[in-house]
């Protein structure tokens, strides 16, 4: 990501190009031969020039480290996502319940709010609608493309359900309750989720806002006991609490 301090060398290298230009027209080579002499003025048009080049040449050493760090940076976020899938995986499994999928509902915010929560580590503010987030790891990308609920009221699906309540809501047939009323499903909503049934969704928090939700669901019915899904439940949002607290900036789309 360009920071400014990145941008503010670009702008130094950009007026020390500009100057050493400058420098070469005959109106400002009179007024500096004046003022430096003959020798002071041809040495401060190549001075301009080298600073330029050096500058240019520093920016150019900091986007090649970056892009570097960049690539390291994906490739351990990839080696995570997949031990964070295994473990959530391993967590569900040990209550019976197979075939599951892992999906994540963010918000989406401009550049400008993305960097004023990175370098002021503002609030995040409560949206209208999250929408589903591709993480290779997690997600079918073709499946659930551009998948989003509306979370504030009327919220849909269980997901706004979820983040209305800020509480952790859960239904043992969603594809039972895609004509229901309450859930205020569109078309979209009913083509992508006709074959989910089993559907758990958990709220993460930032201190009291609920900024995501993370939703578990699976196209098998669920027979797990009250008790057991409570646990499940409290292990998960556990879970995934501390995932956040660890990695805020996988809960920002």
């Not at 020039?49 to 090649?64: D, E």
């Not at 031990?83 to 994540?104: A, C, H, P, R, W």
């Not at 979209?188 to 806002?209: G, R, T």
Request: hydrophobic share 40%.
């Amino acid at each position: 990501m360009i920071e400014l301090r990145d941008v503010s060398w670009l702008i130094l290298a950009f007026l020390a190009s500009f100057l050493a230009f400058c420098n070469q027209s005959e109106e400002v080579k009179l007024l500096t031969t004046k003022v430096f002499g003959k020798s002071g003025a041809s040495s401060i048009s190549e001075i301009f020039l080298l600073l330029s080049i050096i500058l240019s040449s520093y920016l150019g050493a900091i986007i090649v480290q970056k892009e570097s760090c960049v690539k390291k940076l994906c490739c351990q976020n990839r080696f995570l996502m997949t031990n964070v899938k295994n473990e959530i995986l391993n967590k569900i499994e040990s209550y019976g319940l197979n075939d599951i999928e892992l999906k994540l509902f963010v918000p989406r915010y401009s550049f400008l709010r993305k960097w004023c929560i990175k370098c002021f580590k503002s609030l995040i503010l409560p949206r209208s609608f999250l929408f589903i987030k591709y993480i290779e790891e997690f997600t079918d990308e073709n499946r659930f493309k551009n998948l989003s609920f509306r979370v504030k009221y009327p919220y849909q699906g269980i997901v706004g359900e979820c983040y209305h309540s800020k509480s952790i809501k859960s239904v043992y047939d969603l594809s039972k309750e895609l004509e229901n009323p309450k859930y205020r499903f569109e078309f979209n909503h009913k083509q992508k989720l006709s074959m989910v049934k089993f559907c758990l969704c958990i709220p993460i928090f930032d201190k009291d806002n609920v900024i995501a939700i993370f939703q578990i669901d699976s196209p098998s019915t669920c027979s797990l006991a009250e008790d057991d899904k409570k646990q499940l439940s409290e292990d998960l949002y556990c879970f995934v609490q501390s995932l956040y607290e660890s990695c805020p900036g996988l809960f920002i789309d």
